[in-house]
């Protein structure tokens, strides 16, 4: 309840606000959004599984975007940015679909 | 990443040891100004009011810590209906909305540009390549079709001049097959019959040789009757009756003029050298008057030749 009202705060003081993204982080934001979405997920599969942790979940979710974006300035440095950004997209894909996967059997037992 | 790792992500399992929060020696109050009540950690926890009753083993200081953060976390109780407002809960909201905010902000980037803005260096370099390398081709292609128009248009211009060439030979040969009027600067010579001796043909063709022989390009010759005649290489000059002349098949009577074109200087130095043909007429008693025209007209013609049995070697 509290996480939609949060997530829909955001997007509308994004709309709102209308910021540049910094040149300089652009190539890490969508990996982060992206790792973040996994969080968010697996979150709520955790809620679902009555599992859920305030505490984990920040932390995972801090954790899961500051490597992401580690990995992807890793390979940028090493110069093959390109190839593991979409590794980790590729990953964190598989991850979400594994999260839907369960909250999906949880909601719809099927 | 192994398979098993996605379900520890944003999973909370109550009793991993690791971030479960330190609490302490028993009896000393968490040294953190903030730190949550260990019950409220736990999600499995039964839902208690927690806030109006804190348990009396906190500390006073911990207390007013506690109310400190009171207002924000009722507001936010108040808007969420939410009853559990520990600093997770607040942090969430934050992280969460700093995800919808980032989402919307990549897409908004995404959609406004999509092809630049995403793209990392490497992939930029790779795009610039590709344009700079489609540029060349292009550019070859409008070399190569420039080129084809230059040859078009050159092979256009000699054929224009090719066909400006051949109505220049037309009109010159016309001119010498006596097919064509012409006019130019030349002389009209006059040819009279004296008492006794007549103009004869042999004298005529005399006149004409030497005028051919100083220059001539075009030459009529009219009779006292006004039939005139067209003189080519063809045209035959022969003795008729009574001092007249066969010229070309028509029969002329004398006086005879001939009109001519060419240099006038050198036709006339030719008619008057000694021995020549003036000299010869007037020893024939016949009288020859030279004149020059600025302009002689040369208008009587030729009917062309219908070739029978010559063919042009091309």
């Known amino acids: 309840m509290i996480a939609a009202l949060a997530l829909v705060a955001g997007m509308l003081l994004g709309l709102w606000l209308d910021p540049t993204v910094p040149g300089a982080l652009q190539p890490y934001l969508p990996i982060a959004v992206v790792a973040a979405l996994d969080a968010v997920f697996g979150g709520v599969r955790a809620k679902l599984d009555r599992i859920f942790d305030d505490k984990q979940f920040v932390v995972s979710f801090i954790s899961n975007v500051l490597v992401a974006a580690l990995i992807v300035y890793v390979g940028d440095q090493l110069g093959v940015g390109s190839q593991l950004s979409t590794g980790v997209v590729v990953v964190l894909g598989v991850r979400i679909f594994g999260n839907v996967a369960a909250i999906r059997r949880h909601l719809f037992r099927a | ?314």
Do not use: C
């Open chain 2, 1 to 314: 990443m192994s398979g098993d790792e996605h379900t520890e992500t944003g999973t909370g399992w109550p009793k991993q040891p690791g971030p479960q929060p330190p609490t302490g020696p028993a009896g000393e109050p968490d040294p953190r100004p903030d730190a949550p009540d260990p019950d409220e950690l736990s999600p499995l926890a039964p839902e208690v009011e927690v806030d109006p009753e804190p348990p009396p083993a906190t500390a006073g200081e911990s207390r007013l810590d506690r109310a400190a953060g009171r207002p924000f976390a009722s507001a936010l109780a108040l808007v969420g209906g939410w009853r559990r407002t520990s600093p997770a809960t607040v942090m969430i909201f934050v992280l969460l909305a700093l995800l919808g905010f980032t989402l919307v902000e990549q897409l908004r980037t995404t959609s406004t540009d999509p092809i630049t803005s995403a793209a990392r260096q490497e992939d930029l370099v790779r795009i610039l390549y590709d344009l700079n390398s489609q540029e060349k081709r292009l550019r070859q292609d409008i070399a190569a079709l420039e080129d084809s128009q230059r040859q078009l248009l050159s092979g256009e211009q000699g054929q224009q001049a090719a066909l400006e060439e051949a109505a220049r030979r037309a009109d010159e040969l016309g001119i010498l097959a006596g097919t064509l009027p012409a006019r130019g600067p030349g002389l009209v010579v006059r040819f009279e019959p004296g008492g006794a001796g007549a103009i004869s043909a042999m004298r005529v063709l005399d006149a004409v040789q030497e005028l051919r022989g100083s220059g001539a390009e075009a030459m009529q010759i009219s009779g006292a009757d006004g039939v005139t005649v067209r003189i080519i290489a063809s045209t035959y000059f022969l003795d008729g009756e009574n001092g007249s002349l066969f010229v070309g098949g028509r029969l002329l009577t004398g006086p005879y003029t001939i009109t001519v074109i060419g240099d006038p200087a050198t036709m006339r130095t030719a008619l008057n050298i000694p021995g020549g043909v003036v000299a010869t007429v007037d020893g024939d008693g016949g009288t020859v008057i030279v004149e020059d025209r600025e302009v002689a007209e040369v208008s009587a013609l030729h009917a062309p030749i219908e070739l029978e049995y010559a063919r042009p070697i091309t």
